[in-house]
């Protein structure tokens, strides 16, 4: 029987961290097993309102033999996503369809906090939104990349990640999806210029990237606020240019004709 090391213990633990390191941002995303929903809002100041959902399953934690709870707060133990945005966010616990998580309200979040925040992952996820001067105003330009898949899982070469595709129901690396596990949406205070990516829907001022499989690469850009997407100072110019033109002739033609009528002089009586 093989002896186990501190040291083996110590890599041991160090691998199931990076696991459920992994699952606080993909929630399990195994094959459509978890969710991520986020809902921001970009203000004109460049900070964020909105709400952002992690949650795994109910029936992963029964297989794994833990309570829903216990298994969260193991995630959250190692990756808090509420506690690295600071004053700026606050938690609550989420139970909902089966699902346990942690429900995370930001409150004029700075953009760079939050792409700090994210880009603090286990992963190599990122999500910058970042302001961009351009011909008719400013621009936010939003670039998103997370990789919450199966694969992803499996690629950490962890027998706990097999233990944990079993108990969603399949293997970890060709799971097939079961549905959209992660959603985002921005709603930005001026129109959306361009979009597009996995899953990407806009209309009006907000873009919508949704995944099925946990990997979800998105870009737009959409302007701060509705100046840009102004019609041209020229559409409304030339109306005005050609009205005051025509009063200026109609003036000018009333003034020639009372000068003539001056020049004649009054009418000769008999």
């Not at 501190?6 to 992994?22: C, D, K, N, V, Y």
């Not at 094959?31 to 900070?47: E, H, P, W, Y």
């Not at 919450?148 to 293997?171: I, K, M, N, V």
């Not at 009006?204 to 946990?214: A, F, M, R, Y």
């Amino acid at each position: 029987m093989p002896l186990t090391t501190p040291i083996a213990r110590s890599r041991r633990r160090h691998r199931t961290g990076s696991l459920l390191a992994l699952a606080g941002v993909a929630v399990l995303a195994l094959a459509g097993c978890g969710r991520l929903d986020a809902d921001l809002r970009v203000n004109i100041d460049d900070t964020t309102d909105g709400t952002i959902v992690l949650a795994v399953p109910d029936r992963v934690a029964t297989a794994l033999g833990e309570t829903p709870d216990a298994l969260w707060q193991r995630v959250l133990d190692q990756h808090d996503l509420a506690a690295r945005l600071g004053d700026s966010a606050t938690s609550a616990p989420y139970h909902a369809g089966g699902y346990t998580g942690t429900k995370i309200t930001l409150h004029a979040t700075p953009l760079a906090d939050l792409a700090t925040a994210v880009a603090d992952g286990p992963g190599d996820e990122t999500l910058t939104i970042a302001r961009q001067a351009a011909d008719r105003g400013d621009q936010f330009v939003v670039d998103v990349h997370l990789d919450l898949s199966a694969a992803t899982l499996a690629r950490l070469g962890d027998e706990d990640a097999g233990t944990a595709s079993s108990a969603a129901g399949g293997d970890a690396a060709t799971a097939s999806p079961a549905g959209d596990d992660v959603e985002l949406a921005l709603t930005f205070p001026g129109k959306v210029a361009s979009a597009d990516g996995t899953g990407a829907s806009s209309s009006e001022n907000t873009v919508t990237w949704s995944s099925s499989d946990g990997v979800l690469d998105g870009h737009a850009v959409a302007w701060s606020s509705n100046q840009g997407t102004r019609v041209p100072w020229y559409v409304f110019a030339l109306p005005a240019l050609v009205l005051a033109t025509i009063v200026t002739l109609v003036l000018t033609t009333v003034a020639r004709n009372r000068r003539r009528d001056a020049a004649g002089g009054p009418p000769s009586r008999h």
